[in-house]
C-alpha cells in the first residue's frame, strides 16, 4: 500500500525514472509558513502595547493623585476654619466646630460610600456646610482680627466646597471599554506574532507566551487595582478629614 505522505514523480528520458518523494506534513509546512513572519514584527507590537498600558495607567493615577490633593485639600480648609473660629466667643466657636464635625462625620460614613459605589452626585450642596457658611457671615467681629478671620474662614469654607466637587467628580471617573478593547486587542496580536515567530519551537513558543502573557495580567490587575480611587482594598480613604477633628474616629 502506498505511504499517503508520499507521491510519485515519473521523471522522463532514458527508460524513465520511477521515484518516491516524502510529501511535507500540514504542520511542518505551516511551521515553515509562519518563519516568513520575521521577529522584527515583535518590538513594535511590544512597544505599541506598551504605549497604551502608559496611557491607560497614566489616566489611572492621575485620578488618584488628583484625588488625594483634593482631599488634603479640603481638610486643610476645614482645619482652617476650626482654628480660626477660636478667635470668636465660645458660643460661636462651640457652634462652628459642631458644623464641622457634623459634616466630617457624614462624608465619612455616608458620603464615601456613595463614592465608592459611584452614587454620589453634585445635586445638593451638603446642609452642613451650607450652615457653617451662615453661621459664619452672621458673626459679629468686634475688632480687625476679627475681621480677618471671618473673611478667611468664608474663604475656606469655599475651598472645602470646590474641594468636595472635585473629588466627587473623581469618583465617577474610570478606563472606559473602548481603552480596554483596545488594550485587549493589542495584547491578542503580540501574543499570536510571537507564536507564529517561535513556531519551529514548541517549548520556546510556550516560555515566550507564558512570559507575556504574564506580563499582560499583572499590567491590566494594576490598572484595575487603581482605576476607582474610592473602591476596592486600595481605596482611599478619609483620614486626612479624620485629623481635622480626631474625636471622630474614636
Not at 491607560?56 to 479640603?74: L, Y
Amino acid at each position: 500500500m502506498d505511504d499517503p505522505r508520499s507521491f510519485r514523480l515519473y521523471l522522463p528520458g532514458r527508460g524513465g525514472n520511477l521515484c518516491t518523494r516524502e510529501r511535507p506534513r500540514g504542520g511542518r509546512a505551516s511551521a515553515r509558513s509562519f518563519k516568513v513572519i520575521s521577529p522584527g514584527l515583535l518590538p513594535p507590537l511590544g512597544i505599541i502595547f506598551a504605549l497604551f498600558v502608559a496611557f491607560t495607567a497614566s489616566q489611572v493615577w492621575t485620578d488618584t493623585e488628583k484625588a488625594k490633593a483634593e482631599i488634603d485639600r479640603e481638610a486643610s480648609a476645614l482645619r482652617t476654619v476650626v482654628i480660626l473660629a477660636t478667635t470668636f466667643p465660645k458660643d460661636s466657636e462651640s457652634q462652628l466646630r459642631g458644623l464641622i464635625r457634623r459634616y466630617i462625620a457624614d462624608a465619612a460614613t455616608q458620603e464615601w460610600a456613595m463614592m465608592a459605589n459611584r452614587t454620589a452626585n453634585l445635586r445638593a450642596i451638603p446642609g452642613v456646610l451650607a450652615e457653617a457658611m451662615q453661621a459664619t457671615l452672621a458673626l459679629t467681629p468686634s475688632s480687625e482680627g476679627q475681621k480677618t478671620a471671618q473673611r478667611e474662614m468664608a474663604t475656606a469654607l469655599e475651598t472645602a466646597l470646590d474641594a468636595r466637587r472635585q473629588r466627587i467628580i473623581i469618583s465617577q471617573s474610570q478606563v472606559n471599554l473602548l481603552k480596554w478593547l483596545c488594550l485587549s486587542m493589542q495584547a491578542v496580536c503580540t501574543l499570536v506574532a510571537i507564536a507564529m515567530v517561535h513556531s519551529d519551537n514548541r517549548l520556546a513558543s510556550i516560555i515566550a507566551m507564558g512570559i507575556f502573557a504574564t506580563g499582560i495580567a499583572a499590567s491590566m490587575l494594576l490598572i484595575l487595582a487603581h482605576d476607582r480611587p474610592f473602591t476596592g482594598e486600595i481605596s482611599i480613604r478619609p483620614d486626612a478629614l479624620l485629623q481635622v477633628m480626631p474625636e471622630i474616629g474614636t
